[in-house]
């Protein structure tokens, strides 16, 4: 099983970016929004098509808006 969900990451913002440039920095990298979880500034999202995680995570290195992107890990307990 692999260490993250496929097509899933988690990104977050800078505070103080707009409401436009994050919905255009998604839009521009091919990402849907699955849920907002810290209001306007950590986002759950789904990369559209067929990119793999790491293709995606580069192309959102490139914004200075964005504090940082990771992949959607999952987290196992030991029973």
Avoid: C, W
């Avoid at 849920?35 to 990369?47: F, M, P, S």
């Avoid at 559209?48 to 987290?75: F, M, W």
């Amino acid at each position: 099983m692999p260490r993250f969900l496929p097509y899933e990451l988690l990104v977050k913002f800078k505070s103080g970016i707009s409401q436009k440039r994050i919905e255009f920095i998604l839009k521009d990298s091919r990402i849907d929004v699955i849920a907002e979880i810290q209001r306007g500034r950590l986002y759950h999202v789904k990369i559209l098509g067929d990119r793999s995680v790491e293709s995606a995570l580069t192309q959102l290195s490139s914004y200075q808006e964005i504090e940082y992107a990771e992949p959607n890990y999952r987290y196992e307990t030991q029973e």
